[in-house]
């Protein structure tokens, strides 16, 4: 969907909307792509922030890794879960605490419905065959859009808060209505400016509509069916959403089985909530 390009950039005018990404962020960011990265500088950089280091190890150790040993290190981290989780938790950490007031959202249950999200896209990616970390990845951040949202546009997403759910599928549209474009464009916005790879920024702006678009990128399909699951997940009358609502054109472009994600078994799912 074409974006009124003077509206975004509008938004993009106030620093509170647009922050510079952390020095290790950046660092980080500037990592994708390289073949060979010297794991031992990330986790010096990343210590280099102590607080940020705190945090990147205790959602490291969190349930939603089920790591068969703690770690207590920057370094023991990215050897148990390997750079690309890792980095996509520091990039997340530092978004989060860019938009540390966001108004009316719940930054803890943004980041637990993230987490779900990318959790469930690294386990469509596998049997689609696509990259698994960068999936996880995509999923973890699709909804950077709505803290920029709430950080530059606070009263209108407030009233937005009023009407629909963080999770309703129909936020975007409404988003749109209002605002004249959604979290989706305002987060690949915020993507291109901190220099994320181009997967990445087309994976954002295409996540809501991934079939519309002029050129479709795989990874923003992909999204799209992780988002729609973890929204379902935990709420009464799964089975029945998740048979009703369940996007079959999509997941027929996808060639994904749908009983990948149309049962209330899904493994991860069920691994998280045994943990």
Not at 134 to 158: D, R, S, Y
Request: with cysteine; aromatic share 6%.
């Amino acid at each position: 969907m074409s974006v009124p390009d003077n509206r975004l950039q509008a938004l993009f005018k106030q620093p509170q909307a647009l922050p510079s990404a952390p020095e290790v962020a950046a660092r980080l960011i500037a990592t994708f792509g390289q073949d060979d990265v010297d794991i031992v500088a990330v986790a010096r950089d990343i210590d280099r922030d102590p607080v940020m280091a705190a945090k990147v190890l205790q959602r490291a150790n969190s349930a939603f890794f089920r790591l068969l040993r703690p770690v207590s290190t920057s370094r023991d981290a990215l050897m148990v879960l390997g750079l690309n989780k890792v980095r996509a938790l520091v990039i997340n950490t530092a978004l989060n605490d860019c938009f540390h007031a966001v108004g009316t959202l719940n930054l803890d249950r943004y980041w637990h419905h993230s987490l779900v999200a990318a959790t469930l896209a690294r386990y469509i990616a596998y049997p689609l065959r696509m990259d698994e970390n960068l999936a996880f990845t995509a999923g973890l951040l699709h909804g950077i859009g709505e803290l920029v949202l709430h950080a530059g546009l606070p009263e209108a997403m407030t009233e937005i808060d009023r009407e629909l759910d963080l999770l309703d599928p129909r936020r975007a549209a409404m988003e749109r209505q209002v605002l004249g474009f959604s979290h989706a464009e305002a987060g690949a916005e915020l993507a291109r400016r901190w220099h994320f790879p181009q997967r990445l920024v087309d994976a954002l702006a295409q996540q809501v509509s991934p079939l519309e678009a002029p050129q479709p990128e795989p990874l923003a399909a992909l999204v799209h069916l992780a988002v729609w699951r973890a929204c379902i997940h935990g709420t009464p009358g799964d089975a029945d959403r998740l048979i009703h609502t369940y996007p079959d054109a999509l997941g027929l472009a996808m060639g994904l089985d749908h009983d990948v994600l149309v049962t209330e078994d899904v493994p991860p799912l069920r691994e998280l909530e045994a943990s």
